[in-house]
């Protein structure tokens, strides 16, 4: 069998398999971070995340822009799952042909975004290599009573997302967005959401990650869904790249969020949970109808 009969969600479900038996109170692959108990009130998060040259970037963009994506988009993950951002290694693999301010703005922009979110870069590692790699693993620590896992969905939630979708890359929005640790941050001290991820594969691809894990199933109200400037529907579901978060509230906490408005920011209700085998719908003004879970999948 090849990768691309598997795919990329069949590969990390194998590899799931073959890495188990952690120790007590781990949780690991799976979710956007590893979690893994700190101390007696905290949890620490794990996330590392490679960018590679012809699939994640081009030479032609900006290395600034690169750098800055390759920290905020880690720092995406540890906001997903409520946590804060703290230390990161930076793994590079560079062609020797590279011209070194190549190299440089890349860390320019890494080092700007981690000062912006509160990160530091406190080692990693540089080899040769035929493209450009970045790897970035960054740490994050989230209190025990304020993780959000993507498992804890229940049917009756209502679903929502932190700002307008698509057309994330086609706008170059995807080489200087601001991950959504505030946000988090705000949610889970004060609205305690059941489930959250952030929007990286594409709304229904992710919202797909969230049913999966917690077994439900959705229906999302085609109306409701906010887009970016000139982004069609198809273009908010599927593009993907956007970093915003995608989090479902019980009833009660969503009518509280919604009502007092007090929110510091906008929130957008997109939706609801139903029964796992409902799937996933979509309502518009010809009814409902079934969508098919993709986005962007590497093989
Ligand atoms: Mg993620």
């Given amino acids: 069998m090849r990768l691309s009969d598997l795919g990329e969600f069949g590969l990390i479900d194998r590899i799931r398999k073959q890495v188990k038996g952690l120790s007590a109170g781990v949780v690991g692959i799976g979710d956007d971070a590893a979690v893994v108990p700190l101390s007696s009130g905290k949890y620490l998060l794990l996330t590392t995340d490679m960018l590679v040259e012809g699939v994640h970037f081009t030479l032609a963009m900006p290395a600034r822009g690169i750098g800055h994506k390759a ?7 540890i906001a997903a799952m409520g946590g804060v951002p703290k230390y990161a290694v930076v793994s590079l693999a560079v062609p020797p042909s590279l011209p070194c301010p190549v190299v440089s703005q890349m860390y320019q922009g890494m080092i700007m975004a981690a000062r912006k979110f509160g990160v530091e870069i406190v080692g990693g590692d540089t080899v040769k290599g035929q493209k450009v790699i970045i790897n970035v693993a960054l740490t994050g620590e989230v209190k025990k009573n304020e993780v959000v896992y993507r498992h804890g969905a229940r049917a009756g939630d209502r679903i929502f997302v932190t700002g ?9 929005r995807h080489l200087r967005f601001v991950p959504r640790v505030l946000e988090s941050q705000y949610l889970v001290k004060r609205h305690k959401p059941t489930a959250m991820i952030d929007i990286s594969d594409g709304l229904v691809a992710d919202l797909g990650h969230i049913l999966a894990e917690s077994r439900v199933g959705a229906v999302i109200e085609g109306r409701a869904v906010p887009r970016r400037r000139e ?4 273009e908010a579901l599927y593009d993907g790249e956007d970093f915003e978060l995608l989090f479902t509230l019980s009833p009660s906490k969503a009518k509280g969020l919604e009502k007092h408005n007090k929110s510091p920011f906008r929130v957008y209700r997109i939706g609801e949970i139903v029964s796992e085998g409902e799937g996933l719908q979509m309502r518009t003004t010809g009814g409902l109808k079934r969508l098919k879970i993709k986005g962007y999948t590497h093989f």
């Avoid at 307008?164 to 170059?172: A, E, W």
Wanted: net charge positive; proline share 5%; charged share 20%.
């Fill in 71 to 77: 920290i905020a988009s880690s720092v995406s993950d």
């Fill in 164 to 172: 307008p979708l698509g057309r994330s890359l086609k706008s170059g």
């Fill in 231 to 234: 982004a069609s529907l198809k």
